[in-house]
């Protein structure tokens, strides 16, 4: 393991779409490679004069620096593409394993899991199939109360019931929390609606309301703005999704053009420059 072959593994990553294949130890290689430049610099810096002032030790410095630099560019940019690849393999279609390391190997696995077990959540709210088994529940909450046997005021039958229904509220939350990159990307447009909706006043008579309703179902939804900025992307970014409903892959020195409401959070996290 050296510097021009992270440089090449950096170079070949971003010009395909695709993983490239790289072999299952390749980040612990590129760790027993860094700390072995470390232990050669303080040997470097025992039988220097001057550690600040050797040409050695900053030479080693500066290959440290960027084989860290080069590597999590690396992972930044592959870890985009086994997200993909898993969402690809939990939808049922025949997603490539071959060519990850062993902590993507990992990774993957794990986010297969995860979406298929979300996406089962997400199917049982929809079918209202935790409703049903909650109507079960509390059937037999009230059967037990009437068993002369059964206590109903027990305080571990009441845990466990409080515990049911947090579990079953974590599940429906984490099925429809939105990203957080993915909020901080696309912008919040309907965080102006929600205002005005708070701020209009409720004390309106019925025929007001009736009108203001159906002036608004005939109303077309708004657009998001047309305008487009470029930008030079200063870092890798990955695939993001425009709010012109396009996909765009950003990596470090692409110059591309994107709507206003995308490129101004990637100009405020420093993640890009306006060229215009």
């Given amino acids: 393991m050296n510097l021009d072959e992270l440089r090449s593994v950096q170079s070949k990553e971003r010009s395909?779409?695709?993983?490239?294949?790289?072999?299952?130890?390749?980040?612990?290689?590129?760790?027993?490679?860094?700390?072995?430049?470390?232990?050669?610099r303080e040997r470097a810096a025992e039988r220097a004069d001057d550690p600040f002032?050797?040409?050695?030790?900053?030479?080693?410095?500066?290959?440290?620096?960027?084989?860290e630099e080069v590597v999590e560019a690396i992972y930044e940019r592959r870890v985009g593409k086994v997200v993909k690849r898993a969402s690809l393999s939990a939808a049922g279609i025949p997603a490539d394993e071959e060519g990850l390391t062993n902590e993507e190997q990992t990774l993957f696995a794990d986010l297969v899991h995860r979406i298929e077990a979300n996406k089962s959540t997400?199917?049982?709210?929809?079918?209202?199939?935790?409703?049903?088994?909650?109507?079960?529940?509390?059937?037999e909450s009230t059967t037990a109360s009437s068993d002369p046997g059964t206590t109903a005021s027990d305080p571990s039958n009441q845990a466990d019931a409080t515990d049911s229904t947090t579990a079953k509220s974590d599940s429906v939350s984490e099925a429809v929390r939105p990203s957080a990159e993915a909020t901080a990307i696309a912008g919040n447009p309907g965080e102006d609606?929600?205002?005005?909706?708070?701020?209009e006043p409720s004390t309106a008579d019925e025929t007001s309301t009736g009108d203001a309703v159906a002036g608004a179902e005939?109303?077309?939804e708004p657009a998001f703005s047309e305008e487009r900025t470029t930008v030079?992307?200063?870092?890798?970014?990955?695939?993001?999704?425009?709010?012109?409903?396009?996909?765009?892959?950003?990596?470090s020195e692409d110059v591309v053009t994107l709507p206003a409401e995308n490129a101004g959070p990637l100009i405020q996290r420093d993640a890009a420059e306006k060229l215009d």
């Fill in 232 to 251: 030079r992307i200063t870092r890798d970014v990955g695939e993001i999704l425009g709010v012109d409903d396009r996909e765009y892959e950003l990596a």
């Fill in 53 to 67: 002032d050797s040409a050695e030790v900053n030479r080693l410095t500066d290959e440290i620096q960027t084989a």
């Fill in 122 to 139: 997400v199917l049982d709210v929809l079918s209202g199939t935790e409703s049903d088994e909650g109507s079960d529940d509390t059937t």
């Fill in 16 to 40: 395909k779409d695709s993983l490239q294949h790289l072999r299952e130890s390749f980040y612990a290689d590129v760790g027993s490679y860094i700390r072995n430049l470390r232990e050669e």
């Fill in 218 to 220: 005939n109303d077309p």
């Fill in 193 to 199: 609606d929600a205002t005005s909706s708070t701020d």
